[in-house]
């Protein structure tokens, strides 16, 4: 099975994502627990099953682009879309105090990076669309 541009660009994003996820859970655990609003007391048990469950979704995912199912590659560029174009402004309100950060300001600014990103990656799988139909290459 060879892969394109487009899907070893969505499956580089993936495991991104989940790298950072870790790196933040071991780095700044208290970033998860202001995202998720655990009460005091044990927190390990919850944040571990919170990053099992997006490991999983992220792994689904995966496979979908390996075995090039089109819901996956619409969920996909519907979320990126979407998703980027909202995180970016909503970073930026935050970072200027018009909207309150809940967050520290690097995770504020990794948000923004990562909703780029997302746009790019979205952009071009519509050009690989255009050219090729669902995961075309762009």
Do not use: H, K
Request: proline share 4%.
């Amino acid at each position: 099975m060879s892969l394109n541009r487009t899907q070893l660009l969505v499956l580089g994003f993936f495991i991104f994502a989940w790298g950072a996820l870790v790196v933040i859970l071991v780095a700044a655990p208290e970033v998860y627990d202001q995202a998720l609003r655990l009460p005091g007391g044990e927190r390990i048990l919850p944040t571990l099953a919170f990053l099992a469950a997006i490991s999983a979704f992220l792994v689904l995912l995966g496979v979908g682009v390996l075995r090039r199912w089109r819901w996956t590659f619409w969920l996909v560029l519907v979320a990126f879309l979407i998703g980027g174009v909202l995180r970016v402004p909503a970073s930026i309100l935050q970072l200027s105090g018009v909207l309150t950060a809940a967050f520290p300001a690097w995770y504020v600014l990794l948000q923004a990076l990562i909703g780029v990103v997302q746009v790019a990656i979205g952009l071009l799988m519509i050009v690989g669309y255009g050219r090729e139909g669902v995961w075309g290459s762009f």
